[in-house]
């Protein structure tokens, strides 16, 4: 257990629905950032929250969003879901910006 | 996109071999990170070293970082079974407002 949860573990669902992919960080760390895996992409940086303000942009799509609570834990919106936003969805913390990540396991999209 | 690339993509050792991944990357960096990850699972921190540093170890691991040439290298020594996953390098760039750039991995496979 690295610390980082992320739920839900896998979902499935259908084109043009929305998800919310939830993540709570390693206890004592401010920072939360998502990243989207994929065969063909690899691994894409999507968004960095600290402390409840968004902090620095990735590749992450407008119909894609996300927050993070005052209690520090994250979400990631999807919408309009379309096949090719089918990747594992990583959620990642750190107490310092300039240093090594916690990342959870993911959570495993699949749009049909 | 992806700042550091990885080389080889894919790599098969024997146990007790050593394996050699190297990294390139493109921009300015701060520090620059090694993660493992086994098959669909998080990404695990292994070591990070800095702009200023040269070499650094941590038990059979050895990461080199020429900032000159804007290239890293993770030396695994005496390679086990265990070993067998996905290697990324990622940077973490000098300016604010950014966050860790990964690159597409190199796959090890270490057999018995």
């Known amino acids: 257990d690295s610390g980082v949860t992320q739920t839900p573990k896998h979902l499935i669902t259908a084109t043009g629905q929305r998800v919310t992919l939830r993540c709570s960080p390693r206890s004592g760390d401010l920072s939360v950032y998502w990243y989207q895996q994929s065969l063909d992409q690899g691994l894409q940086f999507l968004i960095q929250y600290y402390n409840g303000e968004e902090r620095a942009k990735g590749n992450i799509l407008e119909r894609f969003s996300a927050q993070q609570f005052p209690d520090l834990h994250s979400e990631l919106n999807l919408s309009s879901l379309e096949l090719g936003d089918s990747a594992l969805y990583f959620c990642a913390s750190s107490g310092d910006r300039r240093g090594g990540y916690t990342f959870g396991s993911g959570t495993r999209l699949t749009v049909v | 996109s992806q700042q550091g690339e990885e080389d080889p993509q894919a790599l098969s050792i024997q146990e007790g071999e050593n394996a050699t991944m190297n990294c390139s990357y493109k921009?300015?960096?701060?520090?620059l990170q090694w993660y493992r990850q086994n098959s669909g699972r998080g990404l695990v921190h292994l070591i990070l070293?800095?702009?200023?540093?040269r070499e650094k170890h941590s038990g059979r691991l050895r990461v080199t970082l020429d900032t000159s040439k804007k290239s890293s290298s993770l030396l695994i020594t005496a390679s086990r079974a265990a070993d067998t996953a996905s290697y990324f390098c990622a940077t973490s760039a000098n300016q604010a407002g950014t966050a860790l750039i990964f690159g597409k991995g190199t796959t090890l496979s270490v057999s018995s």
């Open positions: 921009t300015s960096i701060n520090n």
């Open positions: 070293i800095r702009s200023n540093e």
